[in-house]
């Protein structure tokens, strides 16, 4: 359940409504101690329902099942910095790397045509999604995945991840979990984990190492545990 990004964003803006009483809950765990098992359960059903229903992208060029991936790496990518930069976040940041790009599937949703276009000049100029969303449309898909954790109630460290993870110099209050996300999402890229842009070569932004002082040396094996992670999540997949 941690690693599908509707179903958690569905859960956590549930747990955070008047109806639970809840406030600023911000991981899967506490999540579940709000609403208890049989609400998390038909949460579950609703969203797996939701889901078949909701038939092909409508944006030809998107690959949902691409973005979940990324997702996924991203978050497992920023559990693993957390632990070894901020081990008492690890559980949120993994949450933050699940929901970082959840702006891109409300875009595909409600403007398909175009973003499609945006898709299609991203793979073509293997330019980053971003540029060409505020070129097309003024925003972009961070500016949309604020509004919607400000609107399910998420606070701190999740609304920055949403926010401010393509530039965390521009994070005013919790730059280095920014920049826990920001190299996580570039690390799930060059892992093959794309967001929609398979030809987009993306680097580390200036300065994120030193932020976390991680050295360079690093990478290779934080990459390593992403992917052997990623193949025992979908192999657990295709065997329920």
């Not at 901020?86 to 702006?103: I, K, N, R, W, Y």
């Amino acid at each position: 359940m941690s690693k599908d990004a509707s179903m958690l964003a569905k859960m956590l803006k549930v747990a955070n409504s008047p109806a639970f009483g809840g406030s600023n809950i911000t991981t899967l765990g506490r999540a579940i101690a709000i609403l208890g098992m049989n609400n998390v359960r038909g949460l579950a059903i609703s969203a797996a329902f939701q889901s078949i229903g909701a038939g092909r992208s409508t944006a030809p060029k998107f690959d949902r099942k691409a973005l979940w991936r990324h997702s996924l790496g991203t978050a497992t990518a920023a559990r693993i910095i957390a632990k070894l930069r901020m081990p008492e976040f690890a559980d949120e940041l993994f949450t933050a790397g699940m929901l970082h790009s959840v702006g891109i599937l409300a875009l595909e949703r409600f403007v398909p045509d175009i973003y499609n276009e945006v898709l299609e000049i991203a793979f073509e100029d293997n330019r980053p999604l971003h540029e060409i969303e505020r070129e097309k449309l003024e925003y972009d898909h961070c500016d949309v995945g604020q509004v919607l954790c400000e609107s399910w109630g998420l606070t701190g460290i999740l609304r920055s991840a949403c926010s401010f993870y393509v530039n965390p110099i521009s994070d005013p209050d919790n730059f280095e979990s920014t920049c826990v996300i920001s190299l996580a999402d570039t690390i799930a890229s060059q892992c093959g984990l794309y967001n929609q842009t398979p030809r987009y070569k993306a680097e580390v932004a200036p300065g994120i190492m030193d932020a976390l002082e991680l050295p360079d040396a690093q990478l290779d094996a934080i990459r390593n545990v992403v992917m052997k992670e990623l193949e025992k999540t979908e192999q657990g997949l295709k065997a329920a």
